[in-house]
């Protein structure tokens, strides 16, 4: 139904329906969520959160030393597949929790990333997280077939975030090939195609000097792949290859 349509039919309903509804309502409403949503806020004070003068309260910023050992904790652990395999440093309780615990951590390093003085270990963090749901997208980290899907952020959309983060930092001679390094050497989940993480890169290679820089980035790439023998290829990094030409920085094409 429509929210027009939910309004009307809940004004044909008497008080007491309408405290079964919500109360049944809420029991239905998965914890993440509700914290996401401020649910618990509506309810106890629903005038302030439904006005549309309301403004949500800032969200604190997390302190980035705290918040950097614990990524970094969290970030070995999932190599390790404390995630995934029976172990005595994650509880199997909270070994599903994974994916929550991936996507607070995003929320919280692009908060982090607005103190310029914290911005470097943000991105860096941001970076790993990325690229530590691409290995998982190859090998069993954890039991979700699609890590990016799983924590509800899409990997195009992570990419451009961590691209975001290297771009106001990294000079642009490093920032240019690591961003096509980031492409080139993490998987992709089975939404994604290479040459769509190649178009965001390229929207942040605006100047023809940066564009030069991102075409011989590609270049050393793909003198690299060829310099590589035949058995240490796979049919993605050959495929990736051809995309990266220098056709991809021609507008149009």
């Known amino acids: 139904m429509r929210i027009a349509d939910v309004r009307k039919l809940l004004e044909t309903y008497s008080k007491t329906q309408l405290q079964v509804i919500i109360a049944e309502m809420y029991k239905a409403i998965p914890k993440a969520v509700k914290e996401d949503k401020n649910i618990d806020e509506i309810l106890t004070n629903p005038d302030a959160s439904t006005s549309s003068k309301k403004r949500r309260k800032p969200v604190p910023v997390p302190d980035i030393e705290s918040l950097r050992d614990e990524t970094e904790q969290f970030i070995d652990n999932a190599y390790n597949q404390y995630y995934f395999a029976p172990n005595s440093v994650v509880s199997k309780r909270n070994r599903p929790?994974?994916?929550?615990?991936?996507?607070?951590?995003?929320?919280?390093?692009?908060?982090?990333?607005?103190v310029e003085a914290d911005l470097p270990i943000a991105?860096?963090?941001?970076?790993?997280?990325?690229?530590?749901?691409?290995?998982?997208?190859?090998?069993?980290?954890?039991?979700?077939y699609d890590s990016f899907q799983s924590v509800g952020i899409e990997q195009t959309t992570f990419f451009q975030s961590v691209l975001s983060l290297k771009h106001a930092h990294e000079p642009l001679a490093t920032f240019v090939?690591?961003?096509?390094?980031?492409?080139?050497?993490?998987?992709?989940?089975?939404?994604?195609l290479p040459t769509t993480l190649m178009h965001i890169a390229m929207g942040f290679f605006q100047t023809p000097d940066i564009q030069e820089l991102g075409i011989r980035a590609c270049d050393t790439t793909i003198t690299q792949e060829k310099s590589r023998t035949k058995t240490a290829r796979d049919d993605w990094s050959e495929t990736i290859t051809v995309n990266l030409s220098r056709d991809a920085f021609i507008p149009g094409i």
Do not use: G
Request: charged fraction near 15%.
């Open 97 to 114: 929790k994974w994916r929550f615990v991936v996507k607070r951590f995003y929320k919280s390093l692009l908060a982090v990333a607005t």
């Open 123 to 144: 991105s860096d963090l941001l970076e790993q997280l990325y690229v530590m749901l691409c290995y998982s997208c190859s090998y069993t980290l954890f039991t979700a």
């Open 177 to 192: 090939p690591n961003a096509i390094a980031l492409i080139v050497e993490n998987s992709v989940n089975r939404y994604t």
